[in-house]
């Protein structure tokens, strides 16, 4: 894992196409903002834990192809 440090209004840059930045800092909170695009999907961790156990009580395999 790399790990790296921000200040408020500080960015991060992924690749070519994707930007995080640090929007603010309130105590133990930290605010991200997060340009993608569309088609790259973003998710709070357990949003996408709920989504996976949901593909897999359904049957479906989270290799499978999304439609």
Do not use: N
């Not at 991060?12 to 196409?17: A, C, E, F, K, R």
């Not at 049957?59 to 499978?64: C, I, L, R």
């Amino acid at each position: 894992m790399l790990v790296l440090s921000r200040k408020q209004d500080e960015k991060i840059i992924i690749g070519d196409s994707i930007t995080l930045m640090v929007v603010s800092i309130q105590g133990d909170k930290v605010r991200l903002g997060i340009e993608a695009p569309k088609d790259v999907s973003i998710h709070r961790e357990e949003v996408y834990q709920a989504i996976q156990r949901e593909r897999t009580e359904d049957g479906t395999s989270k290799d499978a192809p999304r439609s």
